[in-house]
Nanobody, 123 residues
Framework: QVQLVESGGGLVQAGGSLRLSCAAS????????MGWFRQAPGKEREFVAA????????YYADSVKGRFTISRDNAKNTVYLQMNSLKPEDTAVYYC????????????????WGQGTQVTVSS
């Protein structure tokens, strides 16, 4: 069992940066791939980024490639999402997720989810 708690969301102006953190409980954190997803009002939850259990491979949605960076620290049971050059369309609730995924962007392959953290980007 893994419990996930996100933090670091907030209000930022367009062009600004935020770093989200997701702290995990459980001794098996390092065996899971981790992902970040987001959900804007009235829209479906969508893939943002994912990282392999070792941190050796990272995957990004086209919409955030070059602006967002996912990383993890298995010693601290934490995964991060550094978000730069933020745009108003990045406004959403951001969720972290864990699972033994094969396809990192597939929402249905993730077994554990956090409660989400709100990110609001003003224009």
């Amino acid at each position: 069992q893994v419990q996930l708690v996100e933090s670091g969301g907030g209000l930022v102006q367009a062009g600004g940066s935020l770093r989200l953190s997701c702290a995990a409980s459980g001794r098996t954190f390092s065996s899971y791939a981790m992902g970040w997803f987001r959900q804007a009002p009235g829209k479906e939850r969508e893939f943002v980024a994912a990282i392999s259990w070792s941190g050796g491979s990272a995957y990004y949605a086209d919409s955030v490639k070059g602006r967002f960076t996912i990383s993890r620290d298995n010693a601290k049971n934490t995964v991060y999402l550094q978000m730069n050059s933020l745009k108003p369309e990045d406004t959403a609730v951001y969720y972290c997720a864990a699972g033994g995924v094969v396809t990192p962007s597939n929402i249905y392959e993730y077994d554990y989810w956090g409660q989400g953290t709100q990110v609001t980007v003003s224009s």
